[in-house]
């Protein structure tokens, strides 16, 4: 059919680099459907999910939640069996996944490092395999809160593979990554507004290794959304009370969204005209 036909030719027409980002992508729908899902934090609203893997604004694989889960590993949730279904797609080994605190657990990653894959993202503090001893608890107290601002804390798995760490900012993040052999501090600059000198000046900072790379490498999904966006098919005035349509909408977008980005890339070869 045409998801079919739009995920083959998606995977056809582009070799994946090494970073790749997996989240969710939701289709709105207003009408009535047997598989259609209640979706609060979502912009679109209600409609139907995907889980998809995309490299840098283009959308690789997914695959659609209301779809049977395919079973590629026994003892796994079906999230993770829909996300190690899309890391199986790739052809080459040791591609980095990134992701967020929905899929992120020390057993999904021991699980992607079995199939030649690495992964980091943010992790719940509880109920994930994050080692009790990085955990770290809010406080609202402002001396307790002064006093935990920069604690780093940092574990290893008995195995070598997967780091656990978390760093206490405005609130407690914590981390579990497969991708990094080591945690450390980077210097960082950006430009900010001077009020009083009325001038852009330079405010130097550091961050951990692993958040930046993080920051840098998460939004892959969020990029195929904004690219969504700049082709959207349907507008507000379009009713969509078929469950098909706005599937059928979301294929040309994400087609006319992949193929710009294939544009660039042949751009910055110099191939195209």
Same mark, same amino acid.
């Given at each position: &059919?045409?998801?079919?036909?739009?995920?083959?030719?998606?995977?056809?027409?582009?070799?994946?680099?090494? @970073?790749?980002?997996?989240?969710?992508?939701?289709?709105?729908?207003?009408?009535?459907?047997?598989?259609? &899902?209640?979706?609060?934090?979502?912009?679109?609203?209600?409609?139907?999910?995907?889980?998809?893997?995309?490299?840098?604004?283009?959308?690789?694989?997914?695959?659609?939640?209301?779809?049977?889960?395919? *079973?590629?590993?026994?003892?796994?949730?079906?999230? @993770?069996?829909?996300?190690?279904?899309?890391?199986?797609?790739?052809?080459?080994?040791?591609?980095?996944?990134?992701?967020?605190?929905?899929?992120?657990?020390?057993?999904?990653?021991?699980?992607?490092?079995?199939?030649?894959?690495?992964?980091?993202?943010?992790?719940?503090?509880?109920?994930?395999?994050?080692?009790?001893?990085?955990?770290?608890?809010?406080?609202?107290?402002?001396?307790?809160?002064?006093?935990?601002?920069? %604690?780093?804390? =940092?574990?290893?798995?008995?195995?070598?593979? =997967?780091?656990?760490?978390?760093?206490?900012?405005?609130?407690?993040?914590?981390?579990?990554?497969?991708? @990094?052999?080591?945690?450390?501090? %980077?210097?960082?600059?950006?430009?900010?507004?001077?009020?009083?000198?009325?001038?852009? *000046?330079?405010?130097?900072? *550091?961050?951990?290794?692993? %958040?930046?790379?993080?920051?840098?490498?998460?939004?892959?999904? &969020? =990029?195929? &959304?904004?690219?969504?966006?700049? /082709?959207?098919?349907?507008?507000?005035?379009?009713?969509?009370?078929?469950?098909?349509?706005?599937?059928?909408?979301?294929?040309?977008?994400?087609?006319?969204?992949?193929?710009?980005?294939? /544009?660039?890339?042949?751009?910055?070869?110099?191939?195209?005209?």
């Amino acid at each position: &059919d045409l998801i079919d036909h739009v995920l083959k030719n998606s995977k056809s027409n582009w070799v994946p680099g090494r @970073h790749l980002s997996l989240d969710e992508i939701d289709i709105g729908f207003q009408g009535r459907c047997a598989f259609k &899902d209640k979706i609060k934090y979502k912009g679109e609203g209600d409609g139907f999910l995907a889980d998809s893997l995309c490299d840098s604004g283009y959308m690789y694989t997914c695959h659609f939640r209301h779809d049977p889960c395919p *079973t590629v590993q026994k003892d796994a949730s079906p999230l @993770h069996n829909r996300c190690l279904f899309l890391a199986e797609q790739l052809e080459s080994d040791w591609n980095t996944i990134w992701f967020d605190n929905m899929f992120n657990s020390k057993n999904f990653l021991d699980w992607l490092y079995a199939r030649k894959k690495l992964g980091c993202g943010v992790c719940r503090a509880y109920g994930r395999g994050l080692p009790g001893c990085v955990v770290q608890s809010p406080v609202t107290r402002k001396v307790e809160l002064e006093a935990a601002v920069g %604690i780093v804390k =940092v574990a290893r798995s008995s195995d070598f593979k =997967v780091l656990a760490l978390s760093i206490y900012g405005s609130k407690p993040v914590h981390m579990l990554t497969s991708h @990094h052999s080591e945690v450390k501090l %980077i210097g960082k600059e950006r430009k900010i507004w001077d009020a009083a000198e009325s001038r852009l *000046t330079t405010l130097n900072f *550091t961050r951990l290794n692993v %958040i930046d790379d993080y920051n840098y490498n998460m939004n892959g999904v &969020d =990029v195929v &959304d904004q690219l969504r966006n700049q /082709y959207r098919c349907n507008d507000p005035w379009m009713r969509q009370r078929k469950w098909w349509f706005p599937i059928f909408l979301w294929c040309i977008e994400v087609a006319c969204g992949n193929a710009y980005r294939c /544009y660039q890339e042949m751009c910055k070869k110099g191939l195209a005209e």
